[in-house]
């Protein structure tokens, strides 16, 4: 069941019901919970049975450790747990599908435990919060299995701090508000239409150049535009489903932190990273970022630089453990090492060309060096991406050697409808980015509108293409 | 709220039956639609051309008409399988008078399993409402059907096939154009030579071995049936393959072994067309992949075709 | 004992050259948005800088808490105590 899918909707509305019927909050609580394990028992029993053994492990080892003086053996310890965990069935899934992104994207198998990188990631700060004593451990075994398990989210994220996650728990609305409904609808309406409007509509491109043993990458230019449009369609994509994913939680009064702020208006990788999947990369800050750098601070810029290479390290490594996802971390190592040492001149720069001209260099700029590092993130294997690279940089032959003509609409004969399509998808991309500001703020308004709402919905339905790869590209990870 | 949101529901149902009323009206009419086509225009041809994109781009009706003296209409499909064959074939029939002759282009490739039992033309035809072609898409697209039987989602799930032909009659009936620019259902290749975009030779040569696709000859026997319920007389012949590619593969001389046995099974002409001077020389085609020759052989192809014709079917 | 208005004064100095940028004004509602160098990669620098100049040490929890300079101050006025 993939979130999107019609049975996601009917798992939703069926949750939604049930939920308002009861007013106890414990009963909701319950109500979620239940619907969170039938929602996982679709992937199988493996994933529902490591969720809630990992969450009571977790649960009860905090408390425990947290009353007989919480020490940094035990936060060893249970983090070693969690570490293994995680490792253990990212190895699982990489051993049998081989590589990420070449199986089907439909199939039980794929995923050996759903979201297992996200809640793995959220025990974690848990038990070093504990362990901090940034707050007490939580006494609700019940909200703190539905904070790891939690439906609308568990796939991909966003990543819940427990404590915040908890407190909206303890305040769940007995009605469903007008503004709740309102926001949650245009939510997973703007998600499923940037899904199965927009992101769809690249796929058949994207899987042509990454995937297919058809040569469909012939030059340099091909290479360039499926890097370009792999960078859009993953956060059409990604951003889609956060989309979703807040707004179904918004039916339950559950406000979810935003994932994404934007990203392709960034001026500078380093505020790609703070626009882009926002509450994992805060976690990484968090956890990793700040420690390395805090511990190293007498050492200055060399505290930063190796801060971010631990930090993109492991970031690396969780998505993955391909050699590809090195060199993905090593290209943005380089990016923000080189963008720290030269910040002073790029402000200076700034002032002297007005914020307008140097928006008008730095986020093209900024979004090819991001599509360079997607081609690594992207492609199944080393060898793949150097297949890729030796194209791109072949100059002799970078552009096609077409007639004028085959080249705008690049393809023949039957190909076309795939071709027409994927312009479509890049002209509503390109209007959804120029209005994106305004737009997202309408969609957080809580009046409901009658033409706004009738517009989202025949518009996904006249749009959407609802037949291939229904998946979410980050339930991979 | 909630009347706001009824409201809302209401208003959209009513846009969305009109827009799949639109649709439908627009799909039923377009031209380049061969299977919508031959519902509407009368073609009374003599020969039928049937296969896939192979067939339509290279037998060229104009040139068997003119010496053959028989009306021909090519009712290839670009991407069709025998499946799709069948179900062009048997709309044919429904609409239009029996032909003398069917000309079925059947080559060791078309038997291809194509990763999977999808259909691969008939991704549109929700509108068409009929039980043999629901049949016959249940049985290889079950995903399809289920979807498409949602009210209101009818051409959502195809919705990039389906899209582009509403596009494109909209066009055609805004310029007002009843036909096709190809009147007898000839799509002539691109006009570059070999297209840059397909296969290399030694791709070509390296393709996968494959077994022999139960599904494809159980919709080939159709065909066949049909055809002789209607006594319709069928031609089989197959694409002039590209030498080096045909010599390379085992597998296609076992296959054509087959096909041969099921054509002297029922008696009909088989012609093939490997030792013809063109196939010794890749730049004679405009994708090897699937052995299609350009603008400039085509015509020639088409002279052996109407030669072997002659000498073997219509003398008779 | 140093007054606020001393220690702010001192802090905007270090700010000044630690970022050279001389147009830093600072006041307690000043944040890392009005301040285009300060940011998460230049931060720590900053904190070592300021650890050293008024010879206290924050904690890791101390640090990533300042939400601006008024915070920031507050905690170096309660240090030097």
């Keep these: 069941m993939n979130p999107g899918s019609l049975n996601y909707f009917f798992l939703l509305i069926g949750t939604m019901i049930v939920f308002y019927l009861f007013n106890d909050n414990k009963l909701k609580q319950s109500v979620l919970l239940l619907a969170s394990l039938f929602f996982l028992s679709f992937f199988g029993i493996i994933p529902v049975l490591t969720c809630v053994l990992l969450s009571i492990l977790n649960f009860y080892f905090a408390q425990h450790a947290y009353k007989s003086a919480y020490n940094f053996p035990k936060l060893v310890a249970i983090n070693t747990i969690n570490i293994f965990a995680l490792l253990a069935f990212r190895f699982v899934n990489e051993f049998e599908i081989g590589a990420l992104f070449s199986a089907p994207f439909i199939g039980e198998q794929f995923v050996a435990a759903l979201g297992i990188g996200f809640y793995s990631l959220q025990n974690i700060g848990y038990q070093i919060d504990i362990y901090k004593k940034r707050y007490t451990p939580e006494v609700s075994l019940l909200s703190f299995t539905l904070c790891n398990t939690f439906f609308t989210r568990i796939s991909s994220g966003p990543i819940l701090n427990i404590k915040a996650f908890n407190s909206s728990l303890s305040t769940l609305p007995s009605k469903l508000t007008e503004e709740n409904f309102t926001v949650g609808l245009q939510r997973i309406l703007i998600g499923a239409i940037k899904k199965l409007v927009i992101a769809e509509r690249f796929s058949y491109y994207i899987n042509l150049y990454f995937d297919g043993i058809d040569p469909g990458v012939k030059t340099g230019y091909d290479v360039v535009i499926a890097c370009f449009l792999f960078t859009i369609q993953l956060y059409f994509d990604f951003s889609g489903y956060m989309d979703i994913a807040i707004g179904s939680a918004r039916m339950f009064g559950i406000n979810l932190n935003e994932n994404f702020n934007m990203p392709l208006r960034s001026q500078s990788v380093s505020e790609w990273w703070r626009r882009w999947h926002i509450t994992l990369i805060n976690w990484f800050t968090q956890y990793i970022y700040y420690p390395v750098a805090y511990k190293f601070r007498s050492k200055r810029m060399m505290a930063t630089v190796f801060a971010i290479i631990s930090t993109f390290a492991i970031s690396a490594i969780w998505h993955g453990f391909g050699v590809t996802y090195l060199i993905w971390g090593s290209l943005h190592i380089m990016y923000l090492i080189i963008e720290n040492f030269l910040k002073k001149d790029l402000l200076k720069l700034n002032e002297k060309l007005t914020s307008f001209y140097y928006q008008l260099i730095f986020t093209p700029l900024t979004f090819i060096l991001v599509s360079f590092s997607n081609l690594f993130f992207r492609s199944n294997s080393l060898a793949d991406a150097k297949r890729l690279l030796l194209k791109l940089i072949d100059w002799r032959n970078f552009f096609p050697d077409i007639s004028l003509k085959s080249w705008i609409l690049n393809g023949v004969d039957w190909k076309m409808e795939f071709m027409v399509s994927m312009r479509l998808g890049f002209l509503f991309a390109i209007l959804y980015l120029l209005f994106e500001e305004k737009l997202s703020s309408r969609l957080n308004k809580s009046k409901f509108s009658i033409p706004l709402i009738s517009f989202l919905i025949i518009f996904l339905i006249v749009f959407g293409v609802f037949n291939s790869g229904t998946r979410f590209i980050y339930m991979n990870f | ?316 | 004992m140093r007054t606020s208005e001393q220690i702010l004064e001192e802090l905007q100095g270090i700010f000044i050259k630690e970022f050279s940028d001389s147009s830093i004004v600072l006041n307690d509602q000043s944040t890392a948005k009005d301040i285009a160098m300060w940011d998460s990669l230049t931060h720590m620098g900053l904190m070592d800088t300021i650890e050293r100049h008024f010879e206290i040490s924050f904690s890791l929890d101390e640090m990533i808490s300042f939400k601006n300079v008024g915070d920031l101050r507050t905690a170096i006025t309660a240090k030097l105590k």
């Design chain 2, 1 to 316: 709220m909630w009347k706001k949101f009824l409201f809302t529901i209401l208003v959209c149902l009513l846009f969305l039956s009109a827009a799949e009323f639109a649709t439908d009206y627009y799909m039923k009419r377009y031209p380049r639609l061969k299977s919508s086509y031959i519902s509407q225009v009368k073609q009374n041809a003599d020969i039928l051309v049937l296969g896939a994109c192979e067939a339509a781009m290279m037998v060229d009706p104009s040139l068997l008409d003119s010496s053959t003296g028989l009306k021909t209409y090519n009712l290839g499909d670009p991407g069709a399988r025998f499946a799709d064959n069948y179900l062009d074939l048997y709309q044919y029939l429904k609409f239009q008078k029996a032909p003398k002759y069917l000309l079925l282009q059947v080559s060791p490739e078309s038997f291809y399993p194509i990763e999977d039992k999808l259909l691969t033309t008939y991704k549109h035809q929700a509108f068409l409402s009929d039980t043999v072609v629901f049949n016959v898409i249940k049985e290889l697209d079950p995903e399809y059907v289920k979807f498409s039987s949602i009210p209101f989602l009818k051409y959502s799930y195809y919705n990039i096939f389906s899209m582009y032909k509403i596009f494109g009659s909209i066009g055609y009936s805004l310029l007002n154009k009843k036909h096709p620019e190809d009147r007898d259902g000839f799509i002539p290749p691109p006009l570059f030579n070999l297209d840059t975009s397909a296969l290399s030779e030694s791709n070509v040569i390296t393709l996968n071995s494959y077994t022999w696709n139960n599904t494809e000859e159980k919709y080939f026997r159709k065909i066949i049936s049909l055809c002789k319920n209607r006594g319709i007389s069928i031609v089989f012949y197959k694409l002039p393959y590209y030498h080096n590619y045909y010599n390379a593969n085992l597998e296609l001389k076992k296959y054509e072994e087959r096909i041969r046995h099921i054509a002297t099974e029922n008696n009909y002409p088989y012609f093939t067309y490997d030792t013809s001077r063109f196939t010794n020389d890749s730049k004679n085609y405009y994708k090897l992949e699937n052995n299609l020759l350009n603008r400039n052989t085509i015509p020639e192809f088409n002279k052996m075709l109407i030669r072997d014709l002659k000498d073997s079917v219509f003398i008779q």
